[in-house]
């Protein structure tokens, strides 16, 4: 069992930026793959940013590549998005989850999630 508890939301004007932070229970978090999604309103929720097991590998939706940076730390359980250049099309909630594959991008792979944390981008 993993329990996730994001935090860092908030409102940014664009262009600005915002540091997520995803706390995870237990004592095996070094064992998963971590993730971010995200879900606008009206909209499915949508890959983000996935991190391996041990940080060395990463992957990004090709909407927030080379403006957003994933990356954990397996000694405070805690995985994080920084997110730069911020828009108003990144407005939404943004989800972390757990998967025990090493590195995961379709949701269906997560078998934990917090609760979401709410991120407002105005123009």
């Known amino acids: 069992q993993v329990q996730l508890v994001e935090s860092g939301g908030g409102l940014v004007q664009a262009g600005g930026s915002l540091r997520l932070s995803c706390a995870a229970s237990?004592?095996?978090?070094?064992?998963?793959?971590m993730g971010w999604f995200r879900q606008a309103p009206g909209r499915e929720r949508e890959f983000v940013a996935a991190?391996?097991?041990?940080?060395?590998?990463?992957y990004y939706a090709d909407s927030v590549k080379g403006r957003f940076t994933i990356t954990r730390d397996n000694a405070e359980n805690t995985v994080y998005l920084q997110m730069n250049s911020l828009k108003p099309e990144d407005t939404a909630v943004y989800y972390c989850?757990?998967?025990?594959?090493?590195?995961?991008?379709?949701?269906?792979?997560?078998?934990?999630w917090g609760q979401g944390t709410q991120v407002t981008v105005s123009s």
């Open positions: 989850g757990a998967t025990t594959n090493i590195l995961a991008t379709v949701r269906a792979q997560y078998a934990y």
């Open positions: 991190i391996s097991w041990s940080g060395s590998n990463t």
């Open positions: 237990g004592r095996t978090f070094s064992r998963y793959g």
